[in-house]
């Protein structure tokens, strides 16, 4: 008899553990692409390596929901054709239920009908204010829109008494969308654009385009665009002794603008997530916390600090898994609940989506910073 108890006991336990194993659950799959290499690599390191950091970490504290999340990157490399191939690898093959990416604004306006079509939700970390105006139901973005930057820049300026100034824009999707808003916007802040030059995203010099600026009456410059031609603006400005203020977008907001354009950046001005300033910010601020976490979890990790464009990705990773506890791990009800977020303190800000907004953020997500003795200043 005791016999037999033992064998049913001993059979019980194998069972369970093979019940275990073979219903464990399985993890939950979100596709990531970014431009880790390339052109635009300055954007897509961090994306990815926050990304994976943050995956480890929810990994490490049980999961959502019990369970795993697994994260697939691939590398787009600045190419939109390689980031449509990425996309739909991800869906097809991998079977994600949601997507994080590109880096760059025309990389995730080339993925949006594939996504759209396949019902799966995207988090854009790209600032081109096309991605989602009008809004698309599957695609969110958490990079602050263009439009909003322009805004900050030109309330500056109008509180600075300038009046007249001079653009010049790099000719790929960011930089048309950002020329797109400052001539939309600059009659709103009683500016005039006196001078509407581009560069090319591989020129190495911008001299023409600078003197042609210095032999107008502009009181100051702004320049839209990613590195590394906003560094060669900056160190030819320099060149030229252009000592009117020359205004930067949130597109250089990282120490490796800086370091580009060495002398050339002191003074400076660009609007910026807080995160560069993080330990500038006042106590009250409810985004500190956050921020502060994210730099020194960064460094701890990568031994440098977390930045504005690495931000982006931490905060898609978050409002996916806060979409997922609140809902369920499929592609429709991550949507639906991305689309319910509120008061969501993030790095890029806070988020509030809603049906007729997938960017959630409003102007107050930037800061105005200043380079001085070649660090980040927070203008108050």
């Known amino acids: 008899m005791l016999r037999t108890i033992f064998i049913i ?6 069972f369970v553990l093979f019940a275990g194993a073979s219903f464990a659950a399985p993890p939950i799959k979100i596709g990531a692409i970014f431009s880790v290499s390339g052109p635009a690599s300055f954007l897509g390191e961090p994306e990815r390596n926050t ?5 480890d970490e929810i990994n490490k504290t049980g999961g959502v929901k019990g369970r795993k999340l697994e994260l697939i990157v691939y590398d787009t490399q600045g190419d939109a054709t390689k980031a449509v191939q990425a996309v739909n690898r991800l869906i097809k093959n991998d079977k994600v239920v949601a997507i994080i990416g ?3 604004t025309g990389n995730s306006m080339a993925v949006i009908p594939v996504v759209e079509k396949a019902q799966v939700p995207i988090i854009s970390c790209a600032a081109g204010i096309k991605i989602t105006e009008p809004v698309k139901k599957w695609v969110f973005k958490t990079a602050q829109n263009d439009a909003l930057a322009v805004m900050r820049i030109f309330e500056h300026m109008k509180e600075q008494k300038i009046k007249k100034i001079a653009i010049i824009t790099v000719s790929d999707g960011f930089g048309s969308s950002g020329r797109e808003q ?6 709103e802040f009683g500016i005039e654009i006196i001078s509407d030059e581009t560069y090319g995203p591989k020129d190495t010099d911008m001299t023409a385009q600078l003197t042609k600026i210095r032999g107008t009456a502009a009181q100051a410059i702004v320049c839209w665009g990613t590195n590394p031609g906003p560094a060669v603006v900056a160190r030819n400005a320099k060149q030229l002794g252009i000592k009117i203020p020359l205004y930067m977008s949130h597109g250089v907001s990282s120490k490796r603008f800086i370091e580009l354009a060495g002398e050339g ?3 400076i001005i660009l609007p910026s997530g807080r995160v560069i300033v993080a330990d500038q910010l006042p106590d009250k601020d409810p985004q500190k916390k956050a921020l502060l976490s994210y730099v020194n979890n960064y460094r701890k990790h990568f031994k440098v600090e977390g930045d504005h464009f690495g931000g982006h ?6 409002l996916i898994r806060d979409a997922i506890e609140r809902g369920d791990a499929t592609p429709m009800a991550i949507r639906d609940q991305l689309e319910r977020t509120k ?3 993030g790095i890029g800000g806070m988020f509030n989506y809603s049906g007729q907004d997938h960017a959630g953020l409003t102007k107050d ?3 105005l910073v200043q380079v001085k003795k070649g660090d980040w200043k927070l203008i108050k």
């Open 365 to 367: 997500a930037f800061v």
């Open 9 to 14: 006991i001993f059979l019980s336990l194998i």
């Open 51 to 55: 990304a994976q950091m943050m995956v």
């Open 265 to 267: 950046a002191e003074d």
């Open 182 to 187: 400052l001539k939309l916007k600059a009659g």
């Open 313 to 318: 990705a931490w905060d898609a990773i978050m």
């Open 343 to 345: 008061n969501f303190a």
């Open 102 to 104: 590109d880096s760059t």
